[in-house]
C-alpha cells in the first residue's frame, strides 16, 4: 500500500474531479466512505439533478475555516493524499478503508485522534483499489495544522495497516531514490514518441560519464562531448566552480529554450559536491585486465560481508559503476540487458549509508582502466565471464541491503538479476571457444574427469555430464591439469561463491569459471627468474 501526497490547488476542483467521470472514464461509483464527523454531504449518493448542489454544499464545508481565516489561512491550503493498494491485495470494503483513512490523517497531523480542532477532511473512493483523501489546513482555533513530514508518517503508518489487514508488504524507501519524472514529462516523452524522458535519458548519460572519469575535470570534459547533452557551468566570484546543469539536447519548452536540470535534481549523488569527493578515489591508474576486473568483481561478497558499511556501500557504488560502463564495452547482443541492468541497479546504490569511496578505489580504477583495453576477441567468453561474476556481486547486494531493511534498494538488486540472468543466457548461447583448440581427452583421461565431478559435485554431476559442453569442459580440465592444478581443489572454487542449482549450461560455466581461475593463478605466479633475483637482492 502506498501513499502520495500534494499541496495546494483548489478545494472546488479536487472534488469535481474526485466526483468527475475521470480523465479517461476510470472513476466507477465515487462515493464518500469517510468524514471529519462523519455527516459530511456525499454528492455521490444523491441523484444526478442535485448532484452539483450537493458538490457545492461540501466544498463549502471544507473551506470554512479556510475563508474565517482571511489572511491567516496558508496560500496552500489544500492537502490531497492518495492511497493506493497492491493489485494483489485482497478486496477492501469501504469501512475498511474508512478506518485507513483515519488512521492516516491522524498521524500525519491533519486531523490527530482526539482533537476537536482537527482539520476537515473527507475520503472519496471511486476505485475498488484506493481512495483519495481531500482536506483543508486550518485547524478549528484558526491556525494552519502541523503535518510536517506527512509523507514520512503516513507511510510508516501503512506499513503498519498492511500487517494488521493481510495485504502485501510494500518495500518502504528511505528518500534516497531519485527524483521521479512528473507526468509532463511523461506526456511529452510519449508525444515525442521516446520510450524514457528527458530526466532520465540525462541521469543515465550523466551517471556512464561519472563512471568512466577519473577526476572531476575528467568528468566535465567527457560530458561536454557527449552529443546528446548541453551542459552549462556556475561558478563562484574566485572562478572555483560551484555546480553545473545539463539539458538533453533537442529537449525545450514552449518558448524553444533547452529545459535544464540541475545535477541534485536528477539525483543527489549527480551533484557537483558528491562528484568531487566520488573521483578523487580513482586518481591512479590501475593494470587493466579482463580476468582482473572479474577477479575485482567477485571479491564484492567478501567485502560487503566483512567491511563496515561505509565501505560496504562504496563497494556497491563501484559495482553500480561496472554497470553503468559494460554497456559500452558489450557485444551487441548483450547491450540492451546490461543496459536495463544498469538502470535497475540505480536505485541500489544509494542508501542512507554515506559511502567512503577511498575504500573501493582498487575496483573503480580497475574498471576504469577497461574502457582503454580493446575489447575481447568474437566468441571469447569473457563477457560470460564477467556476467557471472556480477551475478555473485550483485546477489550479495541484495543480501546486504534486505539485511539493513533498504527494501527499495534489495528490490532494485533483485530486478537486477533479472537483466542479468537474461545476458547470461544470451552470452551462453557461444560456444566456448577458449578450448576449442585443445585436443579431446583421452578415454582414460575423460572417464577420471567424470570421477573427479562425481566425487567432488556429486549434486550436479549428472547434470554437468548432460550438458552439450561437457567435453569442452573435459578439455578445459586437461589443460588445467598439464599447467599444474588439482582438479579437486579447482572444481571446488568454481562453485565455492555461486552453487550451480540454477546454473543455465552448467558445463559451459564451468569451463568460464576454471578459465579464469586459472588465468588469475598465472596471472599472479612469479616468473621462473624471479625467485633467483629476489633471493640474491635478500643476501
Known amino acids: 500500500m502506498i501513499a502520495k501526497i500534494t499541496r495546494g490547488g483548489n478545494t472546488g476542483k479536487l472534488i469535481a ?44 464545508a471544507l473551506d470554512l475555516r479556510v475563508h474565517q481565516a482571511g489572511q491567516r489561512a496558508p496560500s496552500r491550503h489544500v492537502w490531497h493524499c492518495s492511497i493506493r493498494a497492491a493489485p494483489q491485495d485482497h478486496h ?53 495544522a502541523r503535518h510536517w513530514n506527512d509523507y514520512l508518517t503516513a507511510d510508516r503508518e501503512l506499513a503498519r495497516i498492511e500487517i494488521d489487514y493481510a495485504l502485501r508488504r510494500v518495500p518502504r524507501g ?49 560530458l561536454a562531448h557527449t552529443p546528446d547533452v548541453l551542459v552549462e557551468l556556475h561558478r563562484l ?69 566483512h567491511a563496515p558499511d561505509p565501505a560496504a556501500q562504496a563497494h556497491i557504488n ?19 540487458q546490461l543496459q536495463s541492468a544498469a538502470a535497475a541497479f540505480e536505485r541500489a546504490t544509494r542508501s542512507r549509508i554515506r559511502a567512503q569511496h577511498d575504500q573501493a578505489r582498487a575496483l573503480r580504477t580497475t574498471i576504469r582502466a577497461l574502457l582503454r583495453q580493446p575489447p575481447p576477441p568474437r566468441g571469447d567468453a569473457t563477457f560470460a565471464m564477467l556476467v557471472d561474476a556480477l551475478i555473485i556481486a550483485v546477489i550479495a547486494a541484495h543480501h546486504w541491503h534486505r539485511s539493513r531493511r533498504h527494501d527499495q534498494q534489495a528490490a532494485a538488486a533483485h530486478q537486477t538479476l533479472v537483466h542479468l540472468h537474461a545476458a547470461y543466457r544470451q552470452a ?15 578415454a582414460d583421461t575423460h572417464a577420471r574427469h567424470l570421477h573427479y565431478l562425481r ?22 580440465l586437461s589443460t588445467a591439469e598439464a599447467a599444474g592444478h588439482e582438479l579437486d581443489r579447482l572444481l571446488r572454487q568454481a562453485t565455492h561463491q555461486r552453487p550451480l542449482d540454477n546454473a543455465h549450461a552448467p558445463a559451459r560455466l564451468l569451463i568460464w569459471r576454471i578459465q579464469r581461475l586459472t588465468a588469475s593463478a598465472t596471472s599472479t605466479r612469479p616468473h621462473p627468474t624471479a625467485a633467483p633475483r629476489q633471493a640474491r637482492r635478500h643476501r
Open 17 to 60: 474531479y474526485l466526483y468527475g467521470p475521470g480523465r479517461a472514464n476510470e472513476h466507477t461509483d465515487p462515493h464518500l466512505v469517510a468524514s471529519w464527523e462523519g455527516f459530511a454531504p456525499d454528492p455521490g449518493r444523491t441523484n444526478s439533478a442535485t448532484a452539483t448542489a450537493v458538490r457545492k454544499q461540501l466544498v463549502n
Open 92 to 144: 477492501l470494503t469501504d469501512a475498511e478503508w474508512a478506518d485507513i483513512a483515519r488512521r492516516v490523517v491522524a498521524v500525519t497531523g491533519i486531523a490527530p485522534e482526539g482533537d476537536p480542532d482537527g482539520c476537515r477532511w473527507v475520503a472519496v473512493r471511486h476505485a475498488d483499489d484506493h481512495i483519495h483523501i481531500a482536506a483543508t489546513t486550518v485547524r478549528g482555533d484558526l491556525r494552519p
Open 174 to 222: 528511505d528518500r534516497t531514490a531519485a527524483s521521479r519524472p512528473t507526468r509532463a514529462e511523461r506526456e511529452k516523452a510519449h508525444r515525442a514518441g521516446h520510450t524514457g524522458t528527458a530526466r532520465e535519458c540525462l541521469r543515465t548519460l550523466i551517471r556512464t560519464a561519472v563512471a568512466a572519469a577519473s577526476s572531476p575535470e575528467e568528468f566535465l570534459a567527457l
Open 237 to 305: 566570484p574566485s572562478g572555483d566552480i560551484r555546480g553545473y546543469k545539463a539539458a538533453l539536447r533537442g529537449d525545450t519548452n514552449a518558448a524553444g529554450e533547452p529545459v535544464w536540470y540541475a545535477g541534485s535534481t536528477l539525483a543527489e549523488d549527480l551533484s557537483w559536491p558528491r562528484i568531487r569527493q566520488r573521483l578523487p578515489a580513482a586518481s591512479f591508474h590501475a593494470p587493466a585486465s579482463w580476468h582482473r576486473t572479474a577477479d575485482a568483481i567477485e571479491g564484492i561478497p567478501h567485502h560487503l560481508h
Open 318 to 336: 563501484a559495482l553500480g559503476e561496472t554497470l553503468d560502463l559494460l554497456p559500452l564495452l558489450a557485444p551487441p547482443i548483450l547491450r540492451a
Open 428 to 442: 551462453t548461447e557461444a560456444p566456448p571457444l577458449g578450448v576449442a583448440h585443445h585436443p579431446w581427452p583421452q
Open 455 to 476: 566425487r567432488t559435485l556429486p549434486a550436479h554431476a549428472q547434470q554437468i555430464i548432460d550438458d552439450p559442453a561437457f567435453p569442452h569442459l573435459s578439455a578445459a
